[in-house]
């Protein structure tokens, strides 16, 4: 399967697929403890500022510049 052939409906569902996959696996994701507390502190930042940081488009502008 080539992605780029494939409709943007059809990218979707494909990563819907995906995600789903692992969600139904999360249990064998192996994430340390330091990822988890990084989580954590990423997600209590954001309740605390709602910054939802930058767009695709702004990142991928900045890293094009580079």
């Given at each position: 399967?080539?992605?780029q052939e494939l409709s943007n409906?059809?990218?979707?569902?494909?990563?819907?697929?995906l995600w789903d996959s692992v969600?139904?696996?999360?249990?064998?994701?192996?994430?340390?403890?330091?990822?988890?507390?990084?989580?954590?502190?990423?997600?209590?930042?954001?309740?605390?500022?709602?910054?939802?940081?930058?767009?695709?488009?702004?990142?991928k502008g900045r890293v094009l510049?580079?």
């Amino acid at each position: 399967m080539k992605i780029q052939e494939l409709s943007n409906a059809e990218k979707v569902i494909l990563a819907q697929e995906l995600w789903d996959s692992v969600i139904i696996n999360q249990q064998a994701l192996d994430v340390t403890r330091e990822q988890i507390d990084e989580l954590d502190q990423r997600l209590a930042q954001f309740e605390t500022d709602g910054n939802l940081g930058s767009s695709w488009s702004e990142v991928k502008g900045r890293v094009l510049k580079s």
